[in-house]
């Protein structure tokens, strides 16, 4: 009787083993289904085919819905460049928002919240600048050149959110500064 239950426990641990197992191989294959999916969802909304660009996009949580949000990565990095976001900045942000027609409670507005309260990491801005380079390949010149000045033009604005006495005199810091060339350097190549 008790080799019986011990044979009935074996049983009983093999079919555990084997179940989770399964479910883990199918959770992996799943996974990679989803990024897969992610990566072309991408690639058919930018026309970009590098493969290493999108799998970091995917890596940093990107997908075609929260593509839109991609666009304001420099703005936000212009907003951290000197270590806080102060209120000017966040609004000017949050406005931009709003004229983009970004619903709060929407995946791409949720996404630009968090890097608003906790300062998203440097890998976030290379991988902007590395779809933005990509991306310019794409695109007819006039194109880009619409791309950079908005995308410039959008940064500039941030930086001179928390400008001087009453509005009047625009300061940037020295760290905005150097984010700003690193934008302009990204539609130059």
Request: net charge negative.
């Amino acid at each position: 009787m008790s080799d019986e239950l011990f044979e009935d426990r074996r049983r009983a641990l093999e079919e555990a083993f084997f179940k989770k197992y399964n479910q883990e191989v199918l959770d992996r294959l799943k996974a990679e289904e989803r990024r897969k999916s992610a990566k072309q969802g991408l690639a058919d909304a930018t026309g970009i085919t590098d493969d290493a660009v999108l799998t970091r996009l995917v890596d940093l949580g990107f997908d075609a819905s929260t593509l839109l949000a991609f666009g304001l990565v420099p703005a936000v990095e212009v907003a951290w460049a000197d270590g806080v976001i102060d209120e000017a900045e966040r609004s000017q942000i949050l406005n931009r928002l709003a004229a983009n027609s970004f619903p709060a409670g929407s995946a791409a507005y949720e996404m630009i919240a968090s890097w608003l309260s906790r300062r998203p990491p440097s890998a976030l801005f290379d991988a902007w600048v590395a779809y933005t380079r990509a991306l310019c390949k794409t695109l007819a010149p006039a194109d880009r050149e619409w791309l950079a000045s908005t995308i410039i033009q959008r940064s500039k604005e941030v930086a001179n959110a928390s400008g001087g006495l009453l509005g009047l005199v625009l300061r940037k810091s020295s760290a905005e500064g150097d984010v700003l060339r690193k934008i302009e350097a990204a539609f130059a190549s």
